[in-house]
Protein backbone atom coordinates (compact mmCIF):
# COMPACT_ATOMS: atom_id res chain seq x y z
CA UNK A 1 0.00 0.00 0.00
CA UNK A 2 1.38 3.30 -0.78
CA UNK A 3 2.32 5.58 2.03
CA UNK A 4 3.74 9.41 1.68
CA UNK A 5 5.58 10.84 4.94
CA UNK A 6 6.37 14.13 5.07
CA UNK A 7 9.43 15.82 7.21
CA UNK A 8 11.34 18.80 8.17
CA UNK A 9 12.10 21.56 10.46
CA UNK A 10 8.32 23.06 12.11
CA UNK A 11 10.07 26.37 12.77
CA UNK A 12 11.82 28.35 9.98
CA UNK A 13 12.94 32.13 10.28
CA UNK A 14 11.79 34.74 8.32
CA UNK A 15 13.47 35.10 5.26
CA UNK A 16 14.68 31.95 5.10
CA UNK A 17 14.28 28.80 3.07
CA UNK A 18 11.81 26.58 4.04
CA UNK A 19 12.95 23.06 3.47
CA UNK A 20 10.68 19.63 3.28
CA UNK A 21 10.85 16.25 2.21
CA UNK A 22 8.17 13.68 1.08
CA UNK A 23 9.19 10.20 1.17
CA UNK A 24 6.87 7.48 -0.73
CA UNK A 25 6.61 3.78 0.41
CA UNK A 26 4.96 1.36 -0.87
CA UNK A 27 5.94 1.91 -4.92
CA UNK A 28 8.02 3.91 -6.98
CA UNK A 29 7.96 7.52 -7.40
CA UNK A 30 8.85 7.08 -11.05
CA UNK A 31 5.87 4.93 -11.77
CA UNK A 32 4.33 6.20 -14.84
CA UNK A 33 1.43 8.93 -15.18
CA UNK A 34 1.44 9.97 -12.01
CA UNK A 35 2.44 13.43 -10.35
CA UNK A 36 3.81 14.21 -7.19
CA UNK A 37 2.99 17.15 -5.35
CA UNK A 38 2.43 19.88 -2.21
CA UNK A 39 -0.24 21.16 -0.82
CA UNK A 40 -0.47 24.06 1.92
CA UNK A 41 -3.25 25.30 4.15
CA UNK A 42 -2.90 28.20 6.21
CA UNK A 43 -4.32 27.77 9.88
CA UNK A 44 -8.42 28.34 9.89
CA UNK A 45 -8.05 28.37 5.63
CA UNK A 46 -8.34 26.49 3.19
CA UNK A 47 -6.40 24.33 0.64
CA UNK A 48 -4.03 25.50 -1.45
CA UNK A 49 -2.10 23.20 -4.42
CA UNK A 50 1.94 24.57 -3.95
CA UNK A 51 3.44 23.05 -7.14
CA UNK A 52 3.74 19.44 -8.47
CA UNK A 53 6.65 16.87 -10.34
CA UNK A 54 5.33 14.69 -12.93
CA UNK A 55 7.03 11.06 -13.02
CA UNK A 56 9.12 12.81 -16.04
CA UNK A 57 10.84 15.64 -13.99
CA UNK A 58 8.64 17.75 -15.19
CA UNK A 59 7.45 20.43 -12.68
CA UNK A 60 4.23 22.86 -12.56
CA UNK A 61 3.99 25.85 -9.80
CA UNK A 62 1.60 28.03 -8.39
CA UNK A 63 2.28 31.25 -10.32
CA UNK A 64 1.82 32.95 -7.14
CA UNK A 65 4.72 31.20 -5.56
CA UNK A 66 6.92 30.44 -8.59
CA UNK A 67 9.77 33.01 -7.96
CA UNK A 68 10.17 31.25 -4.76
CA UNK A 69 9.95 27.48 -5.13
CA UNK A 70 11.69 24.71 -6.28
CA UNK A 71 10.28 21.27 -6.77
CA UNK A 72 12.94 18.24 -6.92
CA UNK A 73 13.04 14.55 -6.82
CA UNK A 74 15.56 11.86 -5.80
CA UNK A 75 14.52 8.68 -7.23
CA UNK A 76 17.44 6.80 -5.51
CA UNK A 77 15.65 7.63 -2.07
CA UNK A 78 12.71 7.33 -3.70
CA UNK A 79 11.69 11.39 -2.00
CA UNK A 80 10.58 14.43 -3.48
CA UNK A 81 11.21 18.08 -1.86
CA UNK A 82 10.18 21.48 -1.79
CA UNK A 83 11.89 24.31 -1.14
CA UNK A 84 10.47 27.81 -0.57
CA UNK A 85 12.54 30.90 -0.15
CA UNK A 86 12.53 34.48 1.62
CA UNK A 87 9.78 32.68 3.61
CA UNK A 88 6.92 35.17 5.33
CA UNK A 89 4.38 34.68 7.88
CA UNK A 90 2.03 34.16 5.11
CA UNK A 91 3.84 30.42 4.36
CA UNK A 92 2.73 29.02 8.04
CA UNK A 93 0.73 26.53 7.35
CA UNK A 94 0.52 22.70 7.26
CA UNK A 95 1.85 21.09 4.37
CA UNK A 96 0.80 18.06 2.39
CA UNK A 97 2.62 15.80 -0.15
CA UNK A 98 0.11 13.89 -2.32
CA UNK A 99 0.21 11.70 -5.30
CA UNK A 100 -1.86 12.81 -8.23
CA UNK A 101 -3.20 11.03 -11.55
CA UNK A 102 -2.14 12.43 -14.82
CA UNK A 103 -0.83 12.02 -18.73
CA UNK A 104 0.90 14.64 -19.65
CA UNK A 105 0.34 17.80 -19.20
CA UNK A 106 -3.05 17.55 -17.25
CA UNK A 107 -3.63 16.76 -13.81
CA UNK A 108 -6.37 14.56 -12.48
CA UNK A 109 -7.52 13.26 -8.85
CA UNK A 110 -4.91 12.89 -5.69
CA UNK A 111 -5.53 9.81 -4.50
CA UNK A 112 -2.86 9.32 -1.71
CA UNK A 113 -2.27 11.78 0.86
CA UNK A 114 0.54 12.25 3.51
CA UNK A 115 -0.76 12.85 7.44
CA UNK A 116 0.71 16.45 6.85
CA UNK A 117 3.41 18.48 8.81
CA UNK A 118 3.26 21.98 10.59
CA UNK A 119 5.62 24.95 9.26
CA UNK A 120 5.70 27.88 11.17
CA UNK A 121 7.31 30.72 10.21
CA UNK A 122 8.79 33.20 13.11
CA UNK A 123 12.03 34.51 14.40
CA UNK B 1 -5.41 31.66 -10.91
CA UNK B 2 -8.65 32.62 -8.67
CA UNK B 3 -9.98 29.02 -6.67
CA UNK B 4 -13.36 27.52 -7.61
CA UNK B 5 -16.17 29.17 -5.69
CA UNK B 6 -18.24 27.29 -3.06
CA UNK B 7 -20.86 27.99 -0.68
CA UNK B 8 -18.89 28.57 2.93
CA UNK B 9 -21.26 26.22 4.62
CA UNK B 10 -24.30 23.90 4.00
CA UNK B 11 -26.10 22.30 6.90
CA UNK B 12 -29.12 19.40 7.21
CA UNK B 13 -30.67 16.81 9.45
CA UNK B 14 -29.97 13.67 9.88
CA UNK B 15 -31.51 11.60 6.72
CA UNK B 16 -31.22 14.65 4.51
CA UNK B 17 -29.67 15.33 1.32
CA UNK B 18 -27.27 18.64 0.90
CA UNK B 19 -25.53 19.03 -2.09
CA UNK B 20 -22.67 21.58 -2.41
CA UNK B 21 -21.93 23.04 -5.80
CA UNK B 22 -18.36 24.11 -6.70
CA UNK B 23 -17.55 26.87 -9.82
CA UNK B 24 -15.13 27.33 -11.85
CA UNK B 25 -14.43 28.71 -15.36
CA UNK B 26 -14.77 26.95 -18.87
CA UNK B 27 -10.71 26.53 -18.48
CA UNK B 28 -11.23 24.19 -15.06
CA UNK B 29 -14.48 23.19 -14.09
CA UNK B 30 -16.47 23.42 -17.43
CA UNK B 31 -13.65 22.37 -20.30
CA UNK B 32 -13.00 18.95 -18.55
CA UNK B 33 -14.08 16.21 -16.37
CA UNK B 34 -11.46 15.95 -13.67
CA UNK B 35 -13.31 17.71 -11.37
CA UNK B 36 -12.67 15.43 -7.67
CA UNK B 37 -13.75 16.32 -4.12
CA UNK B 38 -11.75 15.51 -0.72
CA UNK B 39 -13.38 15.37 3.18
CA UNK B 40 -11.37 16.68 5.59
CA UNK B 41 -12.05 16.14 9.59
CA UNK B 42 -10.09 18.53 11.58
CA UNK B 43 -6.65 17.71 12.50
CA UNK B 44 -6.65 15.36 9.28
CA UNK B 45 -5.50 15.30 5.88
CA UNK B 46 -7.90 15.55 3.04
CA UNK B 47 -9.65 12.40 1.61
CA UNK B 48 -10.56 11.59 -1.71
CA UNK B 49 -14.49 10.89 -2.08
CA UNK B 50 -15.16 11.20 -5.78
CA UNK B 51 -13.12 11.81 -8.70
CA UNK B 52 -13.45 12.28 -12.58
CA UNK B 53 -16.84 14.57 -11.69
CA UNK B 54 -18.64 11.39 -10.86
CA UNK B 55 -16.11 8.38 -9.80
CA UNK B 56 -16.23 6.90 -6.32
CA UNK B 57 -12.98 5.56 -5.52
CA UNK B 58 -13.39 1.70 -3.39
CA UNK B 59 -14.75 1.85 0.22
CA UNK B 60 -16.71 5.36 -0.39
CA UNK B 61 -20.10 5.12 0.38
CA UNK B 62 -22.53 5.39 -2.24
CA UNK B 63 -24.79 7.77 -0.30
CA UNK B 64 -22.33 10.71 -1.94
CA UNK B 65 -22.20 11.18 -5.69
CA UNK B 66 -21.09 13.81 -8.17
CA UNK B 67 -22.31 15.85 -11.46
CA UNK B 68 -21.96 18.72 -13.32
CA UNK B 69 -23.40 21.44 -15.23
CA UNK B 70 -21.33 23.83 -17.45
CA UNK B 71 -18.97 25.78 -15.17
CA UNK B 72 -20.52 24.09 -12.05
CA UNK B 73 -20.01 20.88 -10.91
CA UNK B 74 -22.00 19.26 -7.36
CA UNK B 75 -21.55 17.06 -4.90
CA UNK B 76 -24.59 15.24 -3.26
CA UNK B 77 -24.42 13.70 -0.11
CA UNK B 78 -27.84 11.61 0.80
CA UNK B 79 -29.60 10.50 4.59
CA UNK B 80 -26.84 12.66 5.73
CA UNK B 81 -24.98 11.20 8.83
CA UNK B 82 -23.18 12.81 11.99
CA UNK B 83 -20.13 11.48 9.87
CA UNK B 84 -20.51 13.16 7.10
CA UNK B 85 -20.01 16.27 9.51
CA UNK B 86 -16.65 17.64 8.21
CA UNK B 87 -15.08 20.38 5.26
CA UNK B 88 -15.32 19.07 1.61
CA UNK B 89 -13.35 20.83 -1.32
CA UNK B 90 -13.65 20.40 -4.51
CA UNK B 91 -10.29 20.57 -7.30
CA UNK B 92 -10.18 20.69 -10.87
CA UNK B 93 -7.54 20.04 -13.35
CA UNK B 94 -7.00 23.80 -15.15
CA UNK B 95 -5.65 24.73 -18.56
CA UNK B 96 -4.58 28.16 -16.95
CA UNK B 97 -0.91 28.98 -16.40
CA UNK B 98 -1.38 27.16 -13.50
CA UNK B 99 -1.86 23.12 -13.31
CA UNK B 100 -4.30 22.13 -10.29
CA UNK B 101 -6.67 24.83 -8.27
CA UNK B 102 -9.25 23.82 -5.15
CA UNK B 103 -12.39 25.42 -3.91
CA UNK B 104 -12.63 27.57 -1.41
CA UNK B 105 -14.26 24.84 0.90
CA UNK B 106 -17.41 24.10 2.00
CA UNK B 107 -17.87 23.55 6.00
CA UNK B 108 -21.15 20.65 6.36
CA UNK B 109 -22.59 20.63 9.40
CA UNK B 110 -25.05 17.61 10.93
CA UNK B 111 -27.84 19.37 12.77
Known amino acids: QLQLQESGPGLVKPSETLSLTCTVS??????????WGWIRQPPGKGLEWVGS???????YYNPSLRSRLTISVDTSRNQFSLKLSSVTAADTAVYYCARHHGIGAVSGHMDVWGKGTTVTVSS | QSALTQPASVSGSPGQSITISCTGTSSDVGGYNLVSWYQQHPGKAPKLMIY???NRPSGVSDRLSGSKSGNTASLTISGLQAEDEADYYC???????????FGTGTKVTVL
Open chain 1, 26 to 35: GGSITSASYY
Open chain 1, 53 to 59: LYYSGAT
Open chain 2, 91 to 101: SSYTSTTTLHV
Open chain 2, 52 to 54: DVT
